[in-house]
């Protein structure tokens, strides 16, 4: 069974960082692609960055974009998302994602297989 366990979110000022972090467990964390999607309230939820299954490539949410940074730790089975200079609008529920398909070079903006609980982001002052 795949489980999927976001930390790290909490309460922080405009302008301020936080950085998110996903523990996998169930299955090869390495061969499979991940990604970080949020729910805003009375909104749909949203792709925020994915990444490989070798970390060669990534790609982000044009709203995020030179703020926010996909990595993966193989080793720790665990994917992090560092973002900078928040905004109140990144204010969501964040959700940890895991692709069903080994080895996809290019990480998907839909259609993950496995999901986390997610892990409340607040941008306020």
């Known amino acids: 069974q795949v489980q999927l366990v976001e930390s790290g979110g909490g309460l922080v000022q405009p302008g301020g960082s936080l950085r998110l972090s996903c523990t996998t467990s169930?299955?090869?964390?390495?061969?499979?692609?991940m990604a970080w999607f949020r729910q805003a309230p009375g909104k749909a939820r949203e792709f925020v960055a994915g990444?490989?299954?070798?970390?060669?490539?990534?790609n982000y949410a044009d709203s995020v974009k030179g703020r926010f940074t996909i990595s993966r730790d193989n080793a720790k089975n665990t994917v992090y998302l560092q973002m900078s200079s928040l905004k109140p609008e990144d204010t969501a529920l964040y959700y940890c994602?895991?692709?069903?398909?080994?080895?996809?070079?290019?990480?998907?903006?839909?259609?993950?297989?496995?999901w986390g609980q997610g892990t409340q982001v607040t941008v306020s002052s």
């Open positions: 169930g299955r090869t964390f390495t061969v499979y692609a």
């Open positions: 990444i490989s299954w070798r970390s060669v490539n990534t």
């Open positions: 994602a895991a692709d069903g398909q080994k080895y996809r070079s290019v990480p998907l903006t839909t259609g993950y297989d496995y």
